[in-house]
Structures are given as C-alpha cells and as structure tokens.
C-alpha cells in the first residue's frame, strides 16, 4: 500500500501530513483524518493504513505544525496511564493554542489539498477526528457541507461545552442542540 509524507502549504505556515491509499491506480474518495493530541504518529499511520485498505485515500495532518514537524515530543511507545499526565501536560499549550480559527484555515487548506491529488476522486470527503481532532472533524463539516459528506470520531471529547462555540451547536437538529439553538419550524 503506497504511503506518503507530505507538506501542506497553509495560511500560516506549512503542515506536515501523511497519507495512506490503494495501490490500485485508481481515483479513492478522501478521508481527512484528524489526529489527537499525541500527534501524528505510527498509531495514526496505521489507523489511515486500515482505512486505505477499504479503498479510501486518507490524510493525516500533523495539527500541531506551527510549533513544529511531528513528532512534537518524545512519546513512549504505549502511553499507560503513570506516562499519560505528563505527556498530556507537555502538549496542552499546543491544543489550547490550536483555536477554531486555526481549525477553519487549516481545513480550507487539507480539503484543497486533497481535490488536488491524482489519487483522490471528485466528491466530498469524510472527516473522522481520533478523540480531540473530533472537535476538528465537526468543525470542518460545518464549515463545507457541500464538501464534507460524512463525519465520525473514535472517541471523541470535548464535543459539548459551554463555550459559545461548542461543536455540538454546529449540529442542527442533534439531541445535544438546545432548542434555542435549533432552527425555527416554520
């Protein structure tokens, strides 16, 4: 199966990515697959490895690229949970710093990178986000509808704040919108 490092050329900056996709030579719908807060690492290469075998062409940016290329920090190979506190403490001033607006330039960037690719079929893609990169994946498909067909996450979090930007609040019609957030019957 055909993988690729790639850069991204974005507003702020250049994002390095990975890809994964059939060898087939055909044209695949695209996966935008949003890391977690561990970055982009051989977990996630896999995890787009396994997509890509289904037929998908998939790409993983790295969301952190303004702080540098991954990976951002040294992870051990299994994150228990003596390890998880201090790694996640080392990488949170990335993810707070990783803002709506960020996500939003940066999906404008990964969707026109993708209808570029000679391997990437013409239609909407699918934005899976793995546990925090789900917040991404929403916001993304809220922002392109006509290019985002479908939207899951492996374990999502912080989908539902109190935050005026909640991600749930881009979801008309969930069970989590509140009314007064909803659309008006007419």
């Known amino acids: 199966m055909p ?5 991204i050329p974005t507003a702020d900056g250049r ?8 060898d087939h030579g055909e044209r695949h719908p695209a996966v935008l697959l949003y890391m977690d807060i561990f970055g982009l690492r051989p977990e996630l290469e ?9 037929g998908y062409y998939v790409l993983v940016p790295n969301l952190f690229y303004r ?6 920090t040294r992870l051990p190979e299994h994150i228990g949970e003596e390890e998880r506190p201090g790694v996640v403490a ?4 990335l993810l707070k710093a990783h803002t709506t607006e960020r996500v939003l330039r940066d999906a404008d960037a990964y969707l026109r990178f993708l209808t570029a690719q000679p391997e990437v079929s ?6 899976i986000g793995y546990c925090m990169g789900a917040v991404s994946a929403i916001r993304t498909a809220a922002a392109h509808p006509g290019q985002v067909a479908a939207v899951a996450g492996f374990h999502p979090g912080a ?9 749930h609040l ?5 069970p989590l919108t509140p009314i007064s957030a909803s659309p008006k019957a007419t």
């Open 46 to 54: 896999r995890k787009a490895r396994e997509l890509a075998g289904h």
């Open 170 to 174: 881009l979801l008309p019609g969930s």
């Open 122 to 127: 013409a239609g909407p893609v699918a934005a």
């Open 67 to 72: 702080h540098g290329p991954a990976p951002l």
């Open 159 to 167: 989908l539902v704040t109190g935050a005026p930007d909640s991600p």
């Open 15 to 22: 994002a390095d990515a990975f890809a994964a996709f059939p």
């Open 90 to 93: 080392e990488l949170l001033p």
């Open 3 to 7: 993988t690729k490092t790639l850069t």
